[in-house]
């Protein structure tokens, strides 16, 4: 009798590999593997990751194959359509502080969705706020041995969660995380802090809380609310204010004093954005234990600085400081402005002969509370470059293109840039090495990162 299951369709195989050595091809269709038929794509690297497997696989002709595999862990070789092996799982919160709501209209599909799968959370560290997980899900992760999972908590006060959150169970979806601490899994935490809300004494006791889940909860950030221009009929958020955000800042460095003398680690973590709000010294390097939380925007800038300074004395041991001339441009957003302009300035001393225009593109489309770089459009930069000197070509950075491609988040391209400055624009990579090349040898071939499967734009909106 046929096998009733809908299967996973294989888009392709890989040189070479187990599944080559099958015949199994492109259209093929994976049914069950011993018995069970696969859920998503952690159910199947769980199955096949085993000395040996039985797995059937329909055929583009109707044929079932019945295969029994030995591949002592090895991995098949397999790419489906569906990287995820399964539909993604949409957001059921109403969050007050939600950056995909503040959205124009009219914009592409993909920037209205809002995840909150706890899948991404492994395959591509989105955050997720336990809302959509079942009992079955956290099985999954404990028996899968999945890690680590990041958590969007926000507060530890269940009221207030689920205000925040608008979601009745947000409160209760808070237990989850003791099951996760007992069994051992590791987690981060986000905090994204909404003024006269969750911030204050609301802040003190989150982290009070979370701190209880140590060794297993690694790492906690504060991060403040983005506001965008579109906010008609959301909730009334305000922006911090200097004072504020020195006050965020004391509260989190009196709770890193305390956790790093017990525990050896500093734990809670303040972003970026606070310490420019605040008009503060960045961290040492030493109080981000390693930078678990880059991507939230915490230490970024402080290992950016490193990381010019370890690649300019690299450079300085093997070539010449006079081969290199000309003039070039630079974008960025206004927050890493300050900072961009100093590392700039570093390159500029080991090599007199490079000139770096650099520029800070506000951000017009969204509003000029949006600082970060990831959020620029490429009609503001378009905009504010018209009239400018550029030099040889203009670099910006890969967080500004969608994933894998050289389109801005208002779907103009880096051609539309080119054509509209006349300048060539070359794209750079996030680290320090990678920006000190660019600036260097800028004719270099450009590599946009991929984040496999989603919209780069949920990579700057993750954990709202």
């Avoid at 009733?4 to 187990?18: C, F, M």
């Avoid at 989105?126 to 908590?153: A, G």
């Avoid at 051992?184 to 802040?203: A, F, S, Y």
């Avoid at 460095?253 to 310490?275: C, I, N, P």
């Amino acid at each position: 009798m046929a096998n009733v299951y809908k299967g996973h369709r294989i888009a392709g195989v890989d040189p070479g590999s187990i599944a080559e050595e099958l015949e199994l091809e492109a259209g093929d269709l994976l049914l069950t593997i011993n018995g069970q038929e696969v859920e998503d794509i952690f159910d199947y690297q769980y199955h096949v990751n085993s000395p040996a497997m039985t797995m059937i696989i329909r055929k583009a002709d109707g044929e079932e194959w019945e295969l029994d595999i030995e591949n002592d862990y090895e991995d098949l070789g397999i790419n489906f359509e569906n990287s995820l092996m399964s539909d993604y799982r949409s957001c059921s919160n109403k969050c007050i502080f939600c950056f995909i709501d503040q959205m124009p209209p009219g914009m592409r599909d993909t920037l209205y969705f809002k995840d909150d799968d706890s899948r991404l959370s492994f395959l591509q560290g989105n955050y997720v706020t336990l809302t959509n997980m079942k009992e079955k899900d956290i099985d999954r992760i404990i028996r899968f041995k999945l890690s680590p999972i990041n958590i969007s908590v926000h507060t530890t006060n269940p009221e207030l969660r689920c205000e925040m959150l608008h979601n009745r169970f947000a409160g209760e979806s808070l237990k989850l995380i003791d099951r996760l601490y007992q069994a051992g899994t590791p987690m981060n935490g986000q905090i994204v802090l909404c003024r006269d809300i969750n911030d204050k004494e609301e802040l003190n006791r989150t982290i009070k809380d979370l701190s209880k889940y140590l060794p297993y909860m690694e790492s906690v950030s504060v991060v403040p609310v983005g506001l965008s221009r579109f906010r008609e009929g959301l909730y009334p958020l305000k922006p911090f204010t200097q004072k504020e955000a020195e006050e965020t800042i004391d509260l989190i460095e009196s709770w890193q004093r305390r956790l790093y003398e017990k525990h050896g680690t500093h734990f809670v973590h303040a972003s970026d954005e606070f310490y420019i709000l605040a008009k503060r010294p960045l961290p040492e390097e030493s109080r981000y234990d390693g930078y678990p939380q880059l991507e939230n925007g915490v230490g970024m800038l402080r290992l950016l600085e490193s990381e010019v300074t370890e690649a300019l004395e690299e450079k300085a041991a093997g070539e010449n400081p006079d081969s290199v001339k000309g003039e070039i441009s630079l974008a960025t957003g206004c927050l890493a402005y300050p900072y961009m302009k100093q590392y700039l300035t570093s390159i500029e001393s080991a090599f007199p002969g490079r000139r770096v225009h650099l520029y800070a593109i506000q951000n017009r489309f969204f509003g000029e509370e949006i600082t970060v770089a990831g959020l620029i459009t490429g009609q503001d930069i378009i905009a504010q470059l018209k009239d400018k000197e550029l030099g040889e070509c203009l670099l910006l950075p890969a967080c500004m293109f969608r994933s894998g491609e050289e389109v801005f988040l208002d779907d103009v391209t880096r051609t539309d840039v080119q054509n509209a400055l006349q300048v060539p624009v070359h794209i750079v990579k996030s680290s320090g090495h990678d920006l000190v090349e660019a600036v260097l040898h800028p004719e270099a071939k450009d590599e946009l990162p991929v984040y496999e499967g989603y919209e780069p734009e949920s990579v700057v909106f993750k954990g709202e």
